[in-house]
């Protein structure tokens, strides 16, 4: 059975690494559709988001028991040895066991050559101490904690006061799915009546340990997984509004953030805007009173009209949700935080001609990265000196007013969240 989940792990991370999929949306499917036994899937899932989160760190031991450089081992044969060396140094299994097995996976995946060298690395690695960077540069944070050098300085740009090598540390650990029962739909009472935990400062929120589909208020689209983090931006800035006045979600795909903001806006408006036809329909799926458009959001139609309150779940890095997004640690680059802070603005900018007087602007990202946060208000501030901050009241709430969460801090993906209110001119 542990070679079914061996071959399934390798699957999932085959399609991750080559056709550029997204693990936690694959892997439950599969999982779903695989036939294994409970603790066979929990294993399988332990080897795909162990070694995706660790593997630049695999990839360090690769380089010390091959011969060969990194890049010239064939991507899925570099796959098949990040995932026996993973179980070898991070995994409580026999090591006759990983090279054994791990070695018949190549065979069936790869080819016997393949297999080959898979068993030499991994008897290599068996018999060699293999070392880890100790110190405190990035280079050895980056090594050590299995994250992309430009991410590390990022981070610890974002922190200032410490804390760096405990945040990298909270990434690689594994996250239970929150759940979020939707007012109206769902309660918090009937989520832990079908096995969640009630989060004990939230009205909505528990968290699951088990597959989500499980619950049927999920199956039934009347509650959601949401992180923590993401509930929180919601619920701060539906607590800028009033009765009576118009909701625009602006990046309203996949839908989370837009089903809540749906389910608690009972007296005025909503709109749901989604740039992809594929992401709209998702949020069609649950949005229940308010409207779905499908739009880009930095040209918005006059014909929808303005707006009091509009928020702006902003394309980004991604950064601040490792441990739930593994590869998004391998995926991003320095290009495409250049191309995201452009587009932010570019969506900063629409959001002030759809804005009425008075009206609030809450832009959210779920990176803590400078560029992407701090940066990204400042210049949006000096472009529009009608604007201001609302200063937002939450205990982690910064000198600015704005808020900035951190996973080994709040226990959430570290969101950062501010509130933007327009003045007369």
């Known amino acids: 059975m542990k070679t079914d989940a061996r071959r399934l792990a390798f699957e999932v991370i085959a399609d991750v690494e080559i056709e550029q999929a997204f693990s936690n949306l694959i892997l439950p499917k599969r999982l779903k559709e695989s036939g294994l036994e409970e603790r066979d899937r929990a294993f399988a899932t332990e080897l795909v988001y162990g070694s995706i989160r660790m593997q ?6 690769l380089s010390q028991v091959s011969d060969r450089s990194i890049d010239s081992i064939d991507i899925k044969v570099r796959i098949v040895a990040r995932l026996g060396l993973y179980q070898l140094t991070q995994m409580r299994i026999p090591d006759h066991a990983v090279i054994n097995e791990s070695t018949e996976l190549a065979k069936h995946v790869v080819g016997k050559s ?25 280079e050895d944070l980056s090594v050590r904690y299995s994250h992309p050098i430009w991410i590390v300085n990022a981070l610890r740009d974002s922190l200032k006061g410490g804390g760096i090598e405990e945040l990298l540390a909270s990434h690689n650990q594994p ?23 009630p989060v004990s400062d939230s009205s909505v929120a528990a968290t699951f340990n088990g597959a989500p589909h499980l619950v049927p208020a999920i199956r039934e689209r009347r509650a959601g997984v949401q992180d923590l983090g993401s509930q929180r931006v919601v619920e701060i800035f539906y607590a800028t509004g009033q009765n009576g006045e118009r909701w625009l979600d602006l990046c309203a795909g996949p839908g989370g953030k837009a089903a809540y903001l749906d389910s608690l806006i009972r007296d005025g408006e909503f709109v749901a805007n989604e740039i992809s036809q594929e992401r709209a329909a998702l949020v069609e799926q649950v949005v229940r009173r308010g409207r779905v458009i499908n739009c880009d959001g930095r040209s918005i139609p006059s014909t929808i009209g303005t707006f009091d309150r509009i928020l702006i779940d902003a394309p980004c890095t991604g950064i601040g949700a490792l441990r739930r997004r593994p590869e998004v640690r ?4 320095v290009a495409d935080l250049k191309n995201l802070i452009a587009l932010q603005a570019e ?7 759809l804005l009425n007087t008075g009206g609030v602007i809450g832009y959210a990202t779920c990176s803590p990265h400078l560029a992407e946060t701090k940066f990204q208000i400042r210049n949006f501030l000096e472009r529009h000196s009608n604007f201001s901050r609302v200063p937002i009241a939450h205990t982690r709430a910064d000198g600015d007013g704005d808020l900035q969460l951190f996973t080994h801090l709040d226990g959430t993906d570290s969101m950062f969240l501010s509130l933007l209110q327009k003045m007369e001119q």
């Open 175 to 197: 996250a239970s799915p929150v759940l979020i029962a939707w007012p109206g739909l769902s309660s918090q009472e009937e989520l832990a009546d079908s096995g969640a935990v």
């Open 330 to 333: 391998w995926r991003r680059s």
């Open 347 to 353: 969506l900063l900018d629409s959001a002030v001609g």
């Open 56 to 61: 630049g760190l695999m990839d360090h031991y």
């Open 114 to 138: 393949g297999a080959s060298f898979v068993h030499a690395i991994l008897r290599q690695a068996q018999r060699t101490t293999l070392e880890v960077p100790t110190g405190t540069s990035t």
